[in-house]
């Protein structure tokens, strides 16, 4: 298994966009095979860094999900309603592998 943590700076002002962003993804990722270990939104301190954290078996399967993302609609409806919002600053993407008991 593998899992993708994905630490977003966003704008604070439009948090309302990225929460409705996040629920469709959500979905998408278990739609498109995947697990999906929820959103992290700010709270308290600083208010522009989100996180989320989601796996699947396997990089390959991983890589298959990004491909199909690509073409599927309501994925590429997500993605130009971030290009025109732009309520997303930046973000980074780790891999990691759990330690399981």
């Not at 469709?24 to 270990?37: F, P, Q, S, Y």
Request: one cysteine or more; glycine letters at 4%.
């Amino acid at each position: 298994m593998i899992t993708c943590h994905v630490r977003y700076v966003i704008d604070p002002y439009q948090l309302d966009a990225f929460e409705a962003y996040a629920k469709t993804w959500l979905g998408i990722v278990e739609r498109l095979g995947g697990t999906h270990h929820g959103y992290f939104l700010p709270s308290e301190g600083a208010s522009n860094i989100a996180y989320c954290l989601f796996s699947f078996p396997s990089l390959a399967d991983y890589e298959s999900y990004r491909h199909i993302a690509l073409t599927d609609p309501e994925s590429t409806a997500l993605v130009a309603d971030l290009m025109e919002k732009k309520f997303i600053i930046s973000y980074e993407r780790s891999f990691l592998r759990p330690l399981l008991p």
